[in-house]
């Protein structure tokens, strides 16, 4: 056998590395371990160590044991209580595992020696030995934890690879890292290794001594600040004079006296001052009442702006800011007409409802400007814990009050415009539900007593005027919604979008971008190709934002080419914006079986939307396709049960569901759709097909339907009407509950299209379908 090569026992550490030349003790606990043991006291005394890859791995198979461990002279055995050994080992020199001998009752295995090889005199290695011997001067000077006998030790250290085991052996590395070197064979490159360790930990270790030196000082700098207030207290009371804490107390108190406060409130500020004056000067509690007491003083208590109640300039105020939305402006003025005769009016809760972009928020600015009110604004989307209304305890560390409060005292009055944005979109979790916090804020017989959690003091809300504003009122807690007061801001027609683009948005961005003097100018024709062609939105948003993108454009063009004035055209917006991103859908030229135009609202306004429908032999199977919502899925099964019992009214044979496969397409499959609106024109569609009679190509509709064949009302009917419009329809079939809301059409649509109330199918179907040929 290969002198190198050795039959030993083998133990696996956990967590431990041993290098060779390293006297180390270890206890051993398992039965296997204990058992080489004994087996090596029986031989000549060695023992292979080797580490586990886990050390939290109790029985250790082959694959978790490493190759490269050191062969050790066993130089002493203790036993301890509880079955446990305690084994003083020195290492001889590394090895390297090569394969098992047997595993049970322990591990034995075959082991090779391997040697460190003799570079004798070696001009890179006698430089690496030096630099490492300095590096590890320096480490120990560091550390302070290595004894001074180790450096006497090292000079007697005469092989390259002993001063670098031994080294590794010091240092307190990872077991990572201190693998790496007991596997390095090469001693060169073991070398190379434990210097760029050596000064890694030198650096780390200069660090860890800058940053203790600064705590340090920072400490002592501290004791001294201390002690020397300490001694100038003592030496402004042997003068009589104040010291800066009592100067706090007398200015807090002179505040509180001063302040417009409610007794409670008062009372309360003077009781949390005399605590203040309790507590030590460097204690925790004091900066928590101090705190406290700054927002005190901080609130609006008795402070509040004086409404102008000229209705004729709130009147102008509000037509020059926006325009249109005459239900809004209406309302405004119906209370500050009442509040001019009544002398005395609790604000009321405003709920503007309606698509992104139509103003919402900026309406509710001009109102606070028409009132001459401070404005305060508070995005409720996505809110979702209680304390963000209501405020924390301040028995909580870093409690503040809610943001309710914490508007109040942005606006510095008792009476603001509040606009509580987005209040659709809150949300709730296990810290409570801001909605159910809401309640009292806009209750207005409940909030002239509001309770901050962080105050515990009662805030009279009830001269706030709150402006809510919401995209749909669908998520809105009912209780919650019981308390507004909704005013629906529809979508913008295309008249109302003109005028506002118009008047108010090529204004602004001509400003914004510096342009005077009609350098750049707008056709009429233009803004409309912008409105019908470029943007399809309810509100203006995207229309301002195009119109920013043609200014900047005609800029660029006039500077280019040296234009002092530029006309923007039809042409011109064709030029700078490329091809029409929308398009509306025509209105049929001819009569057709089974294709009628149903109307839709989407969160773009309204649309068209036809509806194809054919039948072919089969079993009675009712197909639908293009994307159908569940909703509207329903809508067109009841109507097919209400044309299967009452086929015979409408000439279709009765046993048409067993012959005949019925087939529904809403064209544009890509884009979901979803709603009860379409029952009617699915039903029209199903009877012109099954009858074989034509659909009027000028007419639309939209309603709901039942399995009597009522007609109930739906929403959203200007924008459907606007649509319709578009597309050159001239007649639109509404539910007959539907009436009241002919009065927000605006009269250019109207008096251009016959509106026909129907309350059952059968009024439909007579204005719809034509006579067989």
């Known amino acids: 056998m290969d002198k190198n090569l050795k039959i030993l026992p083998l133990i696996p550490l956990r967590g431990i590395t041993i290098f060779p030349y390293m006297v180390l003790h270890f206890d051993v606990g398992r039965e296997k371990s204990i058992l ?44 301890l209580p509880g079955n446990t050994v305690r084994v003083l080992v020195e290492g001889e020199s590394r090895a390297e595992l090569k394969e098992y001998v047997s595993k049970d009752p322990f591990f034995k295995a075959q082991i090779q020696i391997i040697e460190d090889k003799d570079y004798g005199e070696n001009k890179n290695c006698e430089a690496l030995v030096r630099a490492i011997e300095k590096n590890f001067d320096e480490y120990m000077k560091l550390s302070g934890s290595i004894p001074v006998e180790t450096i006497i030790s090292m000079d007697e250290l005469n092989s390259p690879g002993r001063l670098a085991d031994t080294i590794s052996s010091y240092l307190m590395l990872k077991q990572e ?62 003068l009589g004079e104040e010291d800066e804490d009592k100067r706090e107390i007398k200015r807090y108190k002179n505040k509180i006296t001063r302040a417009k406060m409610p007794k409670s409130v008062k009372d309360k500020a003077l009781y949390e001052l005399d605590r203040l004056k309790n507590t030590g000067p460097y204690s925790s509690e004091g900066g928590v009442i101090r705190t406290y007491l700054d927002w005190i003083l901080s609130l609006p208590w008795n402070t509040e702006t004086k409404d102008n109640l000229d209705i004729k300039l709130a009147r102008e105020i ?49 109102i606070a400007h028409a009132l001459n009110r401070n404005f305060v604004r508070m995005s409720l989307g996505g809110v979702r814990d209680e304390a963000e209304i209501r405020g924390h305890r301040k028995t909580y560390v870093g409690a503040i009050p809610g943001r309710i409060i914490y508007g109040i005292r942005q606006a510095k009055s008792k009476n603001p415009l509040f606009l509580l944005d ?52 669908e998520t809105i807690p009912r209780p919650l919604f019981d308390r507004m007061e909704v005013i629906e801001v529809s979508g913008y027609t295309s008249e109302e979008k003109f005028n506002i683009c118009k008047k108010y948005l090529i204004p602004k961005e001509l400003e914004e971008n510096g342009v005077k003097n009609n350098e750049i100018t707008f056709s009429d024709s233009s803004i409309y190709k912008l409105i019908d062609n470029y943007t399809r939105e309810s509100g203006v948003r995207s229309l301002e934002r195009r119109v920013a993108s043609l200014i900047r454009k005609a800029i660029s063009e006039m500077m280019e080419k040296d234009k002092s004035s530029i006309n923007i055209t039809v042409t011109k917006v064709k030029y700078y914006l490329g091809s029409e991103i929308f398009t509306y859908d025509k209105a049929n030229e001819e009569d057709k079986v089974g294709v009628v135009m149903g109307m839709a609202w989407t969160g773009y306004g309204g649309d068209t939307l036809p509806i194809e429908a054919t039948i072919m032999p089969g079993n009675g199977k009712l197909q639908l396709t293009g994307q159908l919502g569940d909703v509207m899925q329903e ?4 109507g097919y049960s209400y044309i299967r019992a009452n086929s015979h009214k409408y000439g279709i044979e009765s046993s048409f569901y067993k012959d005949y496969d019925m087939h529904i397409h809403v064209p544009e499959g890509a884009v979901p759709k979803d709603g009860p609106s379409a029952g009617v024109t699915m ?64 009269n250019t649509v109207k008096n251009k299209m016959k509106y026909i109330l129907a309350d059952n199918i059968d009024v439909v179907l007579k204005n719809s379908l034509l006579n067989r040929d």
Do not use: W
């Open 635 to 638: 809508s067109a099964r009841a």
């Open 422 to 473: 987005e209040i659709d979109k809150m949300s709730n979790d296990f810290r409570g539900d801001p909605a159910d916090a809401l309640l009292e804020v806009l209750d207005s017989e409940q909030n002239s007593t509001f309770r901050d959690h962080y105050l515990e003091l009662d805030f009279d809300l009830s001269n706030v005027m709150f402006i809510t504003t919401a995209n749909t009122l």
């Open 36 to 79: 080489a043991l004994e087996d090596a006291m029986l031989a000549d005394q060695r023992i292979f160590l080797t580490a586990q890859k886990e050390a939290k791995i109790e029985e250790p198979g082959e694959e978790d044991i490493l190759k490269t461990g050191t062969i050790c002279n066993i130089k002493q055995i203790l036993k």
């Open 177 to 238: 890292k201190k693998q790496e070197l007991l596997e390095c064979y090469d001693v060169v490159k073991r070398l190379e290794k434990l210097l760029s360790i050596l000064a890694n930990e030198i650096e780390i270790l200069k660090l860890e001594r800058k940053i203790g030196t600064k705590v340090k000082n920072k400490i002592d700098k501290v004791q001294k600040e201390y002690y020397l207030k300490e001694q100038l207290k003592a030496i402004q009371e042997e």
């Open 683 to 746: 039903v029209t569609a199903m009877i012109s097909a099954l009858s074989k009679r034509k659909i009027k190509h000028n007419v639309a509709m939209t309603g709901e339907i039942t399995l009597t064949g009522r007609v109930l009302p739906i929403g959203g009917l200007k924008e459907k009407s606007l649509a319709a419009y578009r597309a050159g329809i001239d007649t639109v079939i509404i539910p007959e509950k539907n009436k009241k809301d002919l009065l927000k059409i605006p």
């Open 318 to 366: 509000l037509e020059k800011d926006h325009y249109g939305l005459k239900d809004v402006k209406n309302r405004i003025i119906e209370y500050l007409a009442v509040k001019k005769m009544s002398k005395s009016l609790k604000g009321p809760i405003l709920c503007l409802v309606g698509p992104p972009g139509v103003g919402k928020t900026s309406i509710a600015k001009s």
